[in-house]
């Protein structure tokens, strides 16, 4: 607790145990909240987030309507198609 109070601690895994930690749990939890610490509650949801901030840390994050994104995906699709033609023709 103390070490996220000083800003130790940028993000959390706090796994439930058993019923006699859920008082634990919920000190931690809160305190995170309370801290603006994101947190993950299992080891999947963990391992997403870890993953998200590698690739951020990677590639700039962008914004695109749904529009854009499809419309990039569907010339994707269209060159795909292309180039398949052309190795079946050579």
């Known amino acids: 607790i103390d070490m996220m109070k000083n800003n130790e601690i940028h993000f959390l895994i706090n796994t439930p145990a058993t019923h006699?930690?859920?008082a634990d749990e919920i000190l931690i939890?809160?305190?995170a909240i309370a801290q603006k610490?994101?947190?993950a509650t299992n080891m999947a949801a963990a391992e997403a987030t870890v993953?998200?901030?590698r690739s951020l840390k990677e590639r700039e994050l962008t914004v695109k309507s749904i529009q854009e994104y499809h419309a990039q995906e569907a010339d994707l699709?269209?060159?795909n198609t292309i180039q398949k033609r052309i190795m079946i023709r050579l």
């Open 20 to 22: 006699e930690s859920r």
């Open 29 to 31: 939890r809160s305190t």
């Open 37 to 39: 610490i994101s947190y």
């Open 51 to 53: 993953k998200a901030m």
């Open 77 to 79: 699709l269209h060159l």
